[in-house]
């Protein structure tokens, strides 16, 4: 134990305490005083909520995902971003931020691991709805890999069957909970379970997922790691994508309606 404030702890080292403990208090109270943007809304980043359901902040998240590679597509070469997935288990503030300020710790708070934003290229529609038949499907005991969404909106029912797969991500049990897919320009990709045929899509994501965490059926695909964190994406989105206002009527409390359960 590092610190006679414990019980059963050692003095402090001097030595720590000016290198490493000051420093990193001061950088802390720096990111804490760097607002960002300003929010019009309160952003529901609770656990029960990005786990289990479309959320305001999970919202924002995956659009930042997708605005931020957008900006970098050209310069790595790679094609616009149709669509964007976070995990709700990469989501991790698990509280309710108020409308008003928020600040650079805000975003570390919301999305602190070292996942670096990823675009995944030439993804089929019938990989598309079993990525997101994982997705759903441990819906039930709020796992991490539920996805907060950009770019299209989806229907699950909950009753179905849920998709099971193996190590390497090849689909064992089909999954029957995903009921329809639709992209943000009216474009059907899964219409009453089924796959609509038509061209593969680009996906921008973590690369936590592109390299199958929490099962997500990539199965190697290869993808390319545009050099910010989704932490960054997220900083960047704020202050230039949305020129540092979140805004009531873009990202309502609850959503506006990306992700419909059923019954």
Known sequence: ????????????????????????????????????????????????????AESNEGNLIADALRWQAGQLASLYGVNFPDVALQNGGGIRNDNIIAAGPITELDTFAMVPFPNFLSVVEDISREQIKEILENA??????????FAQISGFRFVYDATGTAQTVDAAGNVLTPGTRVREVVLDDGTLLVGDGSVVPGPALTIATIDFLARSGDQYPFRGAAFTTLGVTYQLALQN??????????????????????ITRLP
């Open 1 to 52: 134990v590092g610190s006679s404030n414990v019980a059963g702890g050692v003095a402090d080292d001097p030595t720590v305490q000016s290198l490493v403990v000051e420093p990193l208090q001061h950088a802390l109270a720096d990111m804490g005083a760097n607002v960002v943007a300003e929010s019009e809304v309160d952003l529901d980043g609770r656990r029960a909520s990005v786990r289990g």
């Open 136 to 145: 759903v499907s441990r819906v039930e005991v709020g796992d991490g890999r």
């Open 237 to 258: 989105y704020l202050q230039f994508g949305l020129s540092g206002l979140i805004s009531a009527a873009d990202y309502p409390f609850g959503g506006e309606g990306r």
